[in-house]
Every structure is written in structure tokens, then in C-alpha cells.
């Protein structure tokens, strides 16, 4: 009996975005995806006949409306879910501000960039963007590195503490590396394909639209990322509907212990854990004269919420809760230490938050800690330093 059995070591996903909800694929050439897990199914609505029968046994049950849902669970990695995240957000990838400016001059006793005929904000430099600065000729401590705009006025930028050097230069170039997407209202559907290779086996599923994302970043161990899906329709097992797969990017996964989480602009240190989650509270309409929905539909908000899990040295962070206190957080995921041209990162910035809860753990066992959920609010229109989404991500390493 060996081998009679399908083994799901053996299985593979792939996608293509479709041009039409539900039915015609961009392309017949599917991307392989990297999953962990990979929990989406065929569901249907069931209708049972109520009618009383003096024999005592129910007489009908039929099928009815016909859904996908389902969890496609992996590691996050640079590049990896390129697709999936601008299909939750509804945004589009586009590449970071790139700015000439006649002097800039750098401090490393404030943690400041300045550049006194600059209006940061205007330029397109955001709170949290990781950028670049670019002068020739090159020098140390300035153009060697990148860094995370900790806080941007109008002619200041504060970075990272002990990253950059006291230097000036006649002229330079500040560019925000990579590229970011953030909240929109582009639709966009797939056709996911489960391919059972030990067995020669596919099955589809169309019209499925992302709902929502989490990821997950443990104190100890790799970045998780779980996308939640719902879908219009799936096929029973059969033949393939991809002309070829193509090969997944082979990026690094993050692991938490490569990252930095800034709160309010300052290191938040001692974190046990920390998750953030997009809900784009998805729902399709029911129609008389077909089992399946027209369409998947975002939902009044695309809802950004998250939990941070801090061991208890102060009541600075619990205070925020207490008394309803804004702020901002950066929480910045890269392959190594070093922050530079060669380091593939992933960078989550929710420029204003307030916080809803703020329990405290006094267990005897381990150290107290408190446990902080919070929601990401759009910013301010006064604040332009912040953007305009109530999230904003970024990725690259060039």
C-alpha cells in the first residue's frame, strides 16, 4: 500500500491574477507560491426539508450557495507575497521619492539629516520610510547605510541612534528605497490552482479575492504571514489549467530576532510578541437564479489592528492607554542586522495609532508583561509628514 495514498509533502499552489472575476486568467504561466500551509476549500450552503414525516426520517437535502474560503499560511520573505499584499491593501506598488537637494548636512549627537532649503514632508519623505543618501563623492556614515525616518519635519529627518555620522555635503540625493504600496480601492481576483504532483491532480478555484493578512512576529523563531481568502467558485479534481508554474522567489524568510519595532518614534525593547492585521471585511451578495455571487465586495473599512506584547519595566507604554495617547509605529523586517543596499527588508508603518487595551500579566512564573492591542487611524490631513493610509508598506533592498 505504500505510496496509494496522496501525500500532501508533495503538493503544490499556484496563481495568476484574472482579467474577468471568476473566469479569465492574465495568463496561463501560474506562480508557485511558498507556503506553510494550505487550508482553502470548496464550500457549500446546505438546505435541508423541514416537512414532519410520521416514518421519522428526513426526506430531502440539497445543495445550495456555493463559496471558497480558506487560510494560505507561510513565512514572510521579501518579494515572496508581492501580489497578495497589494491585493489586500487595494493599492498599487510604486517606488519611493527621490529628491536632489544642494546641502545636506548630518548630526550624530541629534540622530538628524537637515537640509535647510528642503521641505521633507512636500518631497514625498514620509514618518517610518527606510531611504537612502547618495553624494559624490562618498561619505562614511552617510552614504554608506540606509535609514528609517524616525520622525521628518520640514528641513529635519530624525534616523536610527549610532547610525550616522557629522557631515556635510554640498549636494546629495535622499531617495526612499523600494517601493510601498498602501490602503486603495483597486479590486483584484486570482484563480488558485492545488496541484497533487504525486498524483497528476488539479483543482481551482476562482474568483478569489484576499480578505485578510496577519503577520506574526514571535520573539523567537521566523516571521509568519497568514492570508485569508474568500473565493466564488471551486472545481472538482481534474486537469491543469496552467500552460507551465513558474518558480517561486527564493528570498530569505525574516526571523524576529533581524528586526526593529519603533514606537513613538523611540526602540521598543522587551517585546515578546507583536502581530498586525489588514480586514478588509469582505462580503459577496446572494442573487435568485445562480448558486454563486457576482462579486466580492470590500466592506465599509478595511480595518488595520494589531497587538503588541511588551515585558513591563515602566508604565510609560500602559500609560498611553490610560490616557488615550496617539502614536506611531515602524516595525522594520530585514534578513540581517546591517541595514544597507544588500539587506532585504519588509517595512510595516502605521504613522498614528491609538491603543485599546492595556492588560497586565503579574504571573509569578515569568516577568509581567502587558499586552497592548491597538488601531491604526488614518492621519491627520494637518500631518502631512504622515501620509495619508492608516498603513503603509514598504519593500526592497536597492
Not at 19 to 31: C, E, L, R, Y
Not at 86 to 96: D, M, N, V, Y
Not at 132 to 145: E, F, H, I, K, W
Not at 224 to 244: E, K, L, P, R, W
Request: charged content about 15%.
Amino acid at each position: 500500500m505504500s505510496g496509494s495514498i496522496a501525500a500532501g509533502s508533495l503538493t503544490e499552489i499556484g496563481y495568476v491574477a484574472e482579467i474577468v472575476f471568476g473566469s479569465t486568467p492574465v495568463s496561463s504561466a501560474f506562480q508557485r507560491i511558498r507556503d506553510v500551509s494550505f487550508s482553502v476549500n470548496l464550500q457549500k450552503e446546505a438546505y435541508q426539508s423541514e416537512e414532519r414525516r410520521s416514518a421519522r426520517m428526513r426526506q430531502d437535502i440539497r445543495h445550495g450557495y456555493r463559496s471558497v474560503t480558506g487560510d494560505i499560511v507561510g513565512e514572510l520573505s521579501q518579494q515572496s507575497w508581492d501580489d497578495f499584499i497589494q491585493a489586500i491593501t487595494g493599492g498599487t506598488w510604486a517606488s519611493g521619492a527621490s529628491v536632489n537637494f544642494a546641502s545636506v548636512a548630518s548630526n550624530s549627537a541629534t540622530n538628524r539629516i537637515t537640509c535647510g532649503s528642503a521641505n521633507f514632508p512636500t518631497n514625498g519623505v514620509r514618518v517610518g520610510d527606510v531611504f537612502s543618501v547618495s553624494a559624490t563623492p562618498a561619505v562614511a556614515g552617510l552614504t554608506d547605510r540606509f535609514f528609517t525616518a524616525l520622525s521628518v519635519g520640514v528641513s529635519t529627518i530624525e534616523v536610527e541612534p549610532g547610525t550616522i555620522g557629522t557631515t556635510a555635503t554640498a549636494s546629495a540625493v535622499i531617495r526612499v528605497v523600494g517601493q510601498k504600496v498602501e490602503i486603495g480601492t483597486t479590486y483584484r481576483s486570482f484563480t488558485i490552482e492545488r496541484w497533487l504532483t504525486d498524483r497528476s491532480l488539479y483543482q481551482q478555484f476562482k474568483g478569489v479575492r484576499f480578505n485578510q493578512m496577519t503577520i506574526s512576529v514571535p520573539a523567537s523563531g521566523l516571521v509568519g504571514v497568514t492570508f485569508s481568502v474568500i473565493g466564488q467558485d471551486g472545481t472538482s479534481f481534474g486537469s491543469s489549467v496552467a500552460s507551465s508554474y513558474t518558480a517561486a522567489p527564493q528570498t530569505t524568510p525574516f526571523a524576529a530576532v533581524n528586526g526593529e519595532l519603533y514606537e513613538g518614534g523611540s526602540v521598543l525593547g522587551l517585546v515578546t510578541a507583536a502581530e498586525i492585521t489588514i480586514n478588509n471585511n469582505m462580503a459577496g451578495p446572494q442573487v435568485v437564479g445562480t448558486n454563486l455571487t457576482p462579486d466580492l465586495l470590500f466592506g465599509r473599512f478595511a480595518d488595520v489592528t494589531g497587538t503588541i506584547t511588551i515585558l513591563f519595566t515602566n508604565a510609560t507604554m500602559h500609560n498611553k492607554f490610560v490616557s488615550e495617547t496617539e502614536s506611531t509605529l515602524i516595525l522594520r523586517l530585514q534578513n540581517k542586522d546591517a541595514l544597507d543596499s544588500t539587506t532585504e527588508f519588509v517595512n510595516l508603518i502605521l504613522p498614528r495609532i491609538k491603543y485599546s487595551g492595556g492588560d497586565v500579566d503579574d504571573s509569578p512564573d515569568t516577568g509581567i508583561t502587558v499586552t497592548m492591542p491597538f488601531v491604526a487611524l488614518k492621519p491627520l490631513t494637518a500631518n502631512t509628514s504622515q501620509g495619508t493610509s492608516s498603513i503603509v508598506i514598504q519593500r526592497g533592498n536597492s
